[in-house]
T-cell receptor
Framework: QKEVEQNSGPLSVPEGAIASLNCTYS??????FFWYRQYSGKSPELIMS????GDKEDGRFTAQLNKASQYVSLLIRDSQPSDSATYLC????????????FGTGTQLKVEL | NAGVTQTPKFQVLKTGQSMTLQCAQD?????MYWYRQDPGMGLRLIYY???????DKGEVPNGYNVSRLNKREFSLRLESAAPSQTSVYFC???????????FGPGTRLTVL
């Protein structure tokens, strides 16, 4: 089992819809969770962090964390074509030690 | 603030040549990292430095060496480049190992 797992996609959603991106992780003691967005040919950019169970909202983005079930998700409301990118989940401690382990990313395509 | 800077942006090497990728951060971060990213493989950690004066191997260290020159700078050296090292290389930094990471723009390396 990979330490941080994401569906590679592509996940296609119509413009204006809600995109739901999921990530599961293997280490029950992980405490910090991050979502990055990476446009093609660019570097990863931090968009959300979450540390406690429940939801955290920032504009059109909502991160959801469930430590008991070991998953973290990212919801993007009112999806726009500019949201088309690869979304990386990063989990502290999932790979041993306390550094971040990244998933391989989910490609999101928002279609007109 | 420039954040994390990397030089060069692009490089073409012949097999067996050596080169050093440079990385610097101006955020006074303690930890720095080198990743490579290949299609379908996600980010793979090559080496990291938890703090000034320390370096540790990551997931794929073979063929690489690093130097944490000071708190700001972390370089990656390829002593004898191989075609398998053709990749995009990202440097990142963070306040600590369990904190969010900030990425440089990347170096696109081709080894012929």
């Amino acid at each position: 089992q990979k330490e941080v797992e994401q569906n590679s996609g592509p996940l296609s959603v119509p413009e204006g819809a809600i995109a739901s991106l999921n990530c599961t992780y293997s280490d029950r003691v992980s405490q910090s969770f991050f979502w990055y967005r990476q446009y093609s040919g660019k570097s990863p950019e931090l968009i959300m962090s979450i540390y406690s169970n429940g939801d955290k909202e920032d504009g059109r983005f909502t991160a959801q964390l469930n430590k008991a079930s070991q998953y973290v998700s990212l919801l993007i409301r009112d999806s726009q074509p500019s949201d088309s990118a690869t979304y990386l989940c990063a989990v502290e401690g999932a790979g041993g030690g306390n550094k971040l382990t990244f998933g391989t990313g989910t490609q999101l395509k928002v279609e007109l | 603030n420039a954040g994390v800077t990397q030089t060069p942006k692009f490089q073409v090497l012949k097999t067996g040549q050596s080169m050093t990728l440079q990385c610097a951060q101006d955020m006074n971060h303690n930890s720095m990292y080198w990743y490579r990213q290949d299609p379908g493989m996600g980010l793979r950690l090559i080496y990291y430095s938890a703090s000034e004066g320390t370096t540790d191997k990551g997931e794929v260290p073979n063929g690489y060496n690093v130097s944490r020159l000071n708190k700001r700078e972390f370089s990656l050296r390829l002593e004898s480049a191989a075609p398998s090292q053709t990749s995009v290389y990202f440097c990142a930094s963070s306040e600590g190992l369990d904190h969010e990471q900030f990425f440089g723009p990347g170096t696109r390396l081709t080894v012929l």
